[in-house]
């Protein structure tokens, strides 16, 4: 139940209170309609709803004009401040000024976004906005549903198929990936060229962030043409499976640049897949929630990240 408090409140229209300032200003219905741009009647109305809304006449005729009430007196201050807070309020928001931000902000991300990405973000980030702290967290496997958990910004990572059934986040390509294949840089079998004989023969590394038992998708290629491959070894992490490459005979299929990344500190050879084993590409979207569009904090640090992707 509505306290009396609320009920004056639930009856006040803010237009009075600014009215209520123009009378006390002027002590005259007259002047005081002038000065807001009313008729003299619009005025007198407003008056008469202020006096029932706070209980006071506020405004006594006198032998020399109007004077305020004792009642009216003590609202003026409070009054201007209370318009003050409003107007405030009611304020586009200022605008964000990075060279001076201390803002902490978070992602969602998978270690092929930490090492692809990131690197250039931060260095970027840095550049204009020295005191921004950023955080970084692992990508589990909910897609856009990560973002509901109190604190995350945005999401790096491959859209899942259940992002498109959210109306309430924002999704925005950066980045296609295609597929290649890398084996150690002295393997004794393979050269320049990697057929689909020779693949088949090897032993295979797989990364399995998440530790699906069916396979990646060189196995679901594989699977079209009637063939299937052997599994040496499973690693959840992009970023250790090309050091046991590197020592070992395995075969690994590896998003191209964390292979091209990894070139200059692990002795890998880059080759293409066979012409026969069709792998599609995956894509690396922000994701964010539809919340926070109007932050302009926000959209200088997701337009940042979206600029140093188009140049990769």
């Known amino acids: 139940m509505p306290t ?4 004056n409140l639930a009856k006040l229209d803010l237009n009075l209170l600014v009215a209520l300032r123009a009378l006390l200003a002027e002590r005259h219905v007259t002047r005081a309609a002038s000065r807001m741009g009313l008729t003299q ?35 003026a201050e409070p009054l201007e401040r209370v318009l003050a807070d409003v107007s405030k309020l009611l304020a586009p928001p200022e605008r964000f000024d990075p060279a001076r931000s201390t803002r902490t902000f978070r992602i969602a991300s998978s270690d092929y976004v930490e090492l692809v990405l990131m690197p250039a973000v ?45 109306s309430d986040v924002v999704m925005q390509k950066l980045i296609t990936e295609r597929f290649v294949c890398v084996v150690r840089e002295d393997h004794p079998t393979v050269g320049k060229r990697l057929t689909l004989e020779r693949l088949l023969a090897l032993p295979h590394a797989l990364i399995s962030p998440h530790g699906d038992e069916q396979g990646g998708i060189v196995d679901t290629a594989l699977a079209k043409l009637g063939k299937h491959r052997t599994i040496a070894v499973e690693v959840p992490h992009f970023l250790v499976a090309p050091f046991l490459v590197e020592r070992t005979d395995v075969v690994l299929t590896l998003a191209e640049r964390v292979a091209r990344a990894l070139g200059p500190s692990v002795r890998l050879r880059v080759l293409p897949p066979p012409p026969e084993l069709r792998l599609p590409g995956f894509d690396i979207s922000l994701v964010w929630h539809e919340r926070h569009r109007a ?3 926000h959209a200088w640090f997701r337009s940042t990240i979206a600029a140093v992707a188009k140049k990769l």
């Open 4 to 7: 009396m408090h609320e009920t």
């Open 295 to 297: 932050d302009p904090a």
């Open 122 to 166: 931060l260095a970027r980030l840095w550049r204009e906005a020295p005191n921004v702290r950023v955080q970084l967290r692992t990508l589990g496997a909910r897609g856009a549903d990560e973002i509901d958990d109190e604190g995350i910004d945005v999401i790096l990572g491959p859209p899942a198929s259940s992002d498109a059934d959210r």
């Open 41 to 75: 009647p619009a005025m007198s109305h407003a008056l008469a709803r202020l006096r029932v809304v706070l209980g006071d006449p506020l405004l006594v005729r006198k032998r020399a004009g109007m004077t305020l009430t004792p009642r009216a007196q003590e609202l």
